[in-house]
């Protein structure tokens, strides 16, 4: 089978303006760890889009790329590569619907789509839409209601929302990807200068701040089912009241994992279209909370197969035509460091 990967950020997404730092980072060791899961297959074809820039790094003599310069249409490649391959695989952010769009091209296209379909990702990537569904669940989320428009001016206006949710809380965007977006205000004063720093404040959701643990499961879904691969835990910071991941702990041990199970099943039976690899970021607190559900590769997947010896490309493929089969090799603890790019063993 002919595949096509297409990492958004290293895939020509940027080709005619400067690679974000950070999210560069991230594309790129979810776009080598899937590289390598597909190397250790051996019988399919692997296509890869590359950004000019990104060709001496990401090329190699066993992988057929193709380059996306400054002067092209990048739409018109992918369309012109997705044309000649039998299957894709979609990496990119849910911002400004480009997971929806990319994914949605490869469906429309009659191509075997390896990654989530756009009908779970129009539910997911939109923070409130999924805070509706898990409430309608009885699934524990964060409280989470949209930013009130027009932007708050009005004092009154501002202290009656004060009531509804407590300081500290987090703004952040209702499509956003990961940390970007998100900020953390601990006043009012801090609030209002957030909501007003914003471009289209409406397209912005908040949630107050929870005390606890942040953790995230990656999971293989299959339309109403989902089995745990394995539980990270994520380092977070606050610098300039914005949220950054800096990094995660791949496989964390845990006495219990039933909990993270069953919060799983519940979740494969709300969001039924879900399939693939799927991320969920969690609270550990009183309880389990979803802080959001990243229907895409995360940053833990990079470490997935130096932890427990799993090929998570062949768990997918397993799941097309049924349960996959997770069956680990090994049980380590692994680090990935997003802002180094690197990874040890822990």
């Known amino acids: ?10 895939g020509g997404g940027f080709c005619h303006t400067e690679l974000p730092p950070s999210l560069a980072r991230e594309g790129r060791l979810m776009l080598k760890a899937l590289l390598a899961d597909f190397a ?19 090329a190699s003599e066993n992988l057929a790329f193709i380059p996306v310069n400054a002067s092209d249409n990048l739409l018109a490649v992918f369309e012109k590569t997705l044309n ?13 619907n480009i ?3 990319f ?40 409280p989470t209601q949209p930013v009130p428009t027009p932007r708050l001016v009005d004092l009154s206006v501002f202290e009656n929302l004060a009531q509804l949710i407590q300081f500290p ?74 949220f950054k991941l800096v990094a995660c702990e791949v496989n964390i041990r845990v006495d219990n994992k039933a909990p993270y199970q069953a919060l799983l099943n519940s979740v494969a039976q709300a969001f039924p279209d879900l399939c693939s690899y799927v991320g969920i970021d969690l609270i550990l607190a ?15 997947y990079s470490g997935i197969n130096q932890a427990l010896g799993i090929n998570v490309a062949a768990l997918v493929l397993q799941a097309l035509n049924g349960a996959a089969l997770i069956k680990p090799l090994r049980n380590h603890t692994v680090l990935i460091e997003i802002a180094q790019e690197k990874n040890h063993g822990v």
């Open 84 to 96: 000649d391959c039998n299957a894709a695989w979609i990496i990119a952010p849910e911002t400004d």
């Open 169 to 242: 809380l987090v703004i952040k965007a209702r499509n956003g990807v990961g940390c970007e977006d998100s900020f953390v205000a601990q006043n009012q004063r801090e609030f209002q200068h957030l909501i007003n720093q914003l471009n289209q404040a409406e397209n912005y959701i908040i949630q107050p701040f929870i005390n606890g643990e942040a953790l995230s499961v990656s999971a293989i879904f299959n339309h109403g089912q989902a089995q745990l691969i394995c539980i990270n835990r994520q380092h977070i910071q606050v610098k300039n009241q914005q």
């Open 103 to 142: 994914t949605s091209r490869v469906e429309k296209a009659n191509k075997l789509l390896l990654s989530v379909p756009s009908s779970a990702i129009a539910t997911t990537a939109d923070k409130l839409a999924t805070f509706n569904i898990l409430t309608a669940h009885d699934i524990a989320t964060i």
């Open 286 to 300: 009183d309880k389990l909370y979803v802080v959001e559900i990243n229907p895409r590769l995360t940053s833990s």
């Open 1 to 10: 089978m002919k595949i096509l990967i297409f990492e958004y950020i290293s």
């Open 99 to 101: 997971l929806f769009d």
């Open 40 to 58: 250790g297959l051996a019988e399919h074809e692997i296509v890869v889009m590359l950004d000019a820039r990104c060709v001496s790094e990401l």
